[in-house]
């Protein structure tokens, strides 16, 4: 099998080709990523040098540029992480997001058309479905809620959803969808709030923390939306969505003060800040297609997850200071410019 891995230097795509390179010695990975601010290669160094993984730098909206690639190299799954992910550009920048996230997935679904692959599998995200409120514990996202987009970023996740679902319908091209809830864990971009008030509690900074933290979100360790993807390519149904969830809510606020307590450090760090514009009250993801068809359980609940995560950031500091100060964006001339 030859697998190409969009996207793989960016958080859950580095972690997912951790996994796929380790489980599946005898397949092909090839990772694809444009190495925008978010993708960074150093995420890949315990990789990078395995005989079944081989790293291309590319644009997925290049349309030249992926016709050529697939032509040569005949993938059989082709797995999109490949997109523009955070809220706040999005609404300074959307038309980054339009490119990237529906252009470049229509470019793959043409390239993937013409060369036979044999999976086309898009990873989305459960905020195209919108929020739910906050006083309605009852409510989930299934697979068949309607998509009701609140921001920039996730209505291009879900125009490019709809374009994979066409894709499938129109001309039979094997595709499924997975949406996930928000994911932590290790290799995650400084930006992203787990990280984010990690590092800055460590060097006790004001940790900002949009209106008054109520906004609930349901965590998902990276390694579990992972193993669940494999689910998903191997043993999935063509044309079907699988949503992935981490039974974990949590409130901004918890989360924050959860780390606070992991490191020692004192909750007068926290500092309201005024809310991001359209701020999603709540997401909740109901995963028993998932769990009912394919099998899949998380493994980590939030407890012990968040203090493994925090940990492995305490253990790799090198890593995300590299980021912080920049020097992670040279690490491609470094390894690849002279070849």
Sequence with gaps: MKVCVTGGAGFIGGNFVHHMVRKYPEYEILNLDLLTYAGNLETLKP????????????????????MDLFARERFDIVVNFAAESHVDRSIEDPGVFVRTNVLGTQVLLDASREYGV???????????????????????????????????????????????????RTFGLPVTISRCSNNYGPYQFPEKLIP?????????????VYGKGENVRDWLHVADHCEAIDLILHRGREGEIYNIGGHNERTNLEVVKTILKVLDKPESLISFVTDRPGHDLRYAIDPA??????????????????????????DNRDWWENIING???????????NR
């Design 289 to 314: 297609k998932i769990e009912g068809e394919l099998g899949w359980k998380p493994t980590y609940n939030f407890d012990t997850g968040i203090r493994q995560t925090v940990q492995w950031y305490l």
């Design 118 to 168: 044999k999976r086309f599998h898009q990873v989305s995200t459960d905020e195209v479905y919108g929020d739910l409120p906050l006083d309605r514990p009852d409510l989930f996202f299934r697979e068949d809620t309607p998509l009701h987009t609140s921001s920039p970023y996730s209505s291009s996740k879900a125009s490019a959803d709809l374009f994979v679902m066409a894709y499938h």
């Design 327 to 337: 020097e992670y964006a040279g690490y491609y001339e470094k390894m690849y410019g």
């Design 47 to 66: 990789v990078e040098k395995e005989p079944n993984y081989r790293f291309v730098r590319g644009d997925i909206a290049d349309r030249d540029f992926i």
């Design 196 to 208: 984010l008030i990690l590092s800055r509690a460590l060097a006790d900074e004001k940790l900002p």
